[in-house]
């Protein structure tokens, strides 16, 4: 069977193919490079990100251990 939003056949894997080629060039085109102040405010977010991550693991672990030993003992 074939999908609801193909013509089905060749024509319509061809038709789709230019579809997606020609979507994927118009977003290539509207993509811009960062500016370094952009650029710098991304890397920033990014770093706050992976510090509170590895804050928040480092303490459940600092919990998880003792728990765990008393359990255990």
Do not use: W
Request: contains cysteine; proline residues 3%.
């Amino acid at each position: 069977m074939a999908d609801a939003g193909s013509s089905g056949g060749i024509s319509g894997v061809a038709g789709d193919l230019t579809q997606f080629y020609k979507d994927s060039v118009n977003l290539l085109n509207r993509c811009t490079k960062p500016d370094r102040k952009e650029f710098t405010k991304i890397a920033m977010a990014t770093g706050v990100g992976f510090l509170i991550m590895g804050f928040l693991g480092f303490f459940v672990k600092l919990i998880h251990i003792p728990i765990n030993q008393v359990l255990l003992s």
